[in-house]
Nanobody, 116 residues
Framework: VQLQASGGGLVQAGGSLRLSCQVS??????????LGWYRQAPGKEREVVAT???????NYADSVKGRFTISRSTSKSSVYLQMNSVTPDDTAVYYC?????????WGQGTLVTVSS
């Protein structure tokens, strides 16, 4: 199983950014898996941003509710994170995540920098 994240970059406060994560190696089982986005800011621990189940049902960290939207595409084996109204506090490396055979898998991380 491999996850390839993309879409990070430099954005001004109040702007928007869309992250994408391509998942490979699961075949048709992708549709049953819970997926998520985590982030790690400088000097801080990695934290969950949002998750999406196969339902799909979604959950968000309080800090991003109403601003970020997680979604998935079974046909593209991908998960997305739409980030709106970003603030400098959203600056971090963002990682996509899933599980397979009782093991966690992570994307390589994509850096999001929000300038004030």
């Amino acid at each position: 199983v491999q996850l390839q994240a993309s879409g990070g970059g430099l954005v001004q406060a109040g702007g928007s950014l869309r992250l994408s994560c391509q998942v490979s190696g699961m075949g048709n089982n992708f549709r049953y898996k819970t997926l998520g986005w985590y982030r790690q800011a400088p000097g801080k621990e990695r934290e969950v941003v949002a998750t999406i189940t196969s339902g799909p049902s979604t959950n968000y960290a309080d800090s991003v509710k109403g601003r970020f939207t997680i979604s998935r595409s079974t046909s593209k084996s991908s998960v997305y994170l739409q980030m709106n109204s970003v603030t400098p506090d959203d600056t971090a490396v963002y990682y996509c995540w899933t599980t397979w055979n009782w093991r966690d898998y992570w994307g390589q991380g994509t850096l999001v920098t929000v300038s004030s």
